[in-house]
């Protein structure tokens, strides 16, 4: 039988900023894992990669779109990075590619604080979450951001924030999560 987990330890990975033409298959992505992540208009897509191309990624494995991080520096708390939506395609989870994209993407803000939300259900995301502040030797701090009365109860789970920081220059610089071979 193969063995799994030495196939995934030798899988090369490719994070780089997200470009418009991604967006047709960042789309196919979102789509096949609804209901776990939101899906927003192609407009919306097309917006983030015009506009905040330098804090959302993607990662490639052999030529293919399998990961994709959104997210944006807030206009009114420039030191904090804001992560709206992750997604890893399914058969390449349990590579720590979460993690791998938000350091990315911190890295690339170039900020103090990490914010993002989870909703009560996705213990990984929390997880990981956790295990991002553990890795930047940062504290964390939790609070409800918008209750399921805000979506109007209309099947939206509450929206718990996470915010990391402050993150040392230092920490930041040194943290790796995933050696990219290539
Ligand atoms: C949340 C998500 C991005 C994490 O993906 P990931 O980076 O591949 O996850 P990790 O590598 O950190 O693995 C985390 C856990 O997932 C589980 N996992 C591992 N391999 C897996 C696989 N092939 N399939 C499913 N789950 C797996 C394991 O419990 C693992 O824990 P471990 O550290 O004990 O191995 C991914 O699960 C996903 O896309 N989910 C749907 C969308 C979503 O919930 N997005 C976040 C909110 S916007």
């Known amino acids: 039988m193969l063995d799994m987990s030495v196939e995934k330890s030798v899988l090369d990975f490719n994070i780089r900023n997200l470009k418009v033409e ?3 298959e960042v789309y196919k992505l979102l789509v096949e894992n609804r209901p776990y992540v939101g899906l927003n208009s192609r407009y919306t897509y097309f917006l983030l990669a015009r506009d905040f191309s ?3 990624v993607i990662t490639e494995h052999d030529g293919k779109i399998i990961g994709f ?4 520096i807030s206009p009114s708390r420039t030191d904090t990075f804001f ?3 992750t997604v890893v395609h399914k058969d390449y989870r349990g590579n720590k590619l979460q993690k791998t994209m938000l350091l990315q993407q911190i890295k690339n803000a170039n900020v103090k604080y990490f914010e993002g939300t989870v ?3 996705n213990q990984v995301s929390e ?3 956790l295990e991002l502040a553990e890795l930047l030797n940062a504290k964390f701090e939790k609070k409800i951001l918008f209750k399921e009365e805000d979506f109007e109860n209309d099947g939206h789970e509450t929206e718990i924030l996470y915010r990391i920081g ?3 220059q230092s920490k930041l610089r040194t943290t790796e999560i995933i050696q990219n071979s290539r």
Do not use: L, R
């Open 83 to 85: 992560n709206w939506e």
């Open 119 to 121: 909703n009560p259900s």
């Open 166 to 168: 402050p993150i040392a």
């Open 54 to 56: 330098n804090t959302c």
């Open 22 to 24: 991604d967006i047709k």
């Open 69 to 72: 991080s959104s997210g944006y």
């Open 127 to 129: 997880s990981n979450f």
